[in-house]
């Protein structure tokens, strides 16, 4: 009985030694991608702009063209004058 329960205990000691030797062998071994890329002489690696496409195209109109409602107003305005004056004569 004695003799179980020294190799259970000496089993787990070498059990945590095994694992810890795993855990540092495993960080060590396996760098990051940007240690690789640095170490083989790449660049670093471009990351990736997710765009955001509005499938509104009078947001997309407005964000492309910001003085157009200004531009719009205007000759809205301009129209509605030139219609209310010929309305009146």
Known sequence: MNFVLKFINYSGIVFEHIYGLYLFL???LKMGEAKRREELGLPPRE????????????NQ????Y????????????????????NYYK
């Open 26 to 28: 495993s960080g060590y």
């Open 47 to 58: 990351k990736k702009v997710a765009k955001n496409d509005s499938k509104n195209k009078y």
């Open 61 to 64: 109109l407005l964000n492309k």
């Open 66 to 85: 910001p003085y157009f409602p200004y531009i719009l107003g205007i000759s809205l305005l301009i129209i509605l004058i030139i219609d209310l004056v």
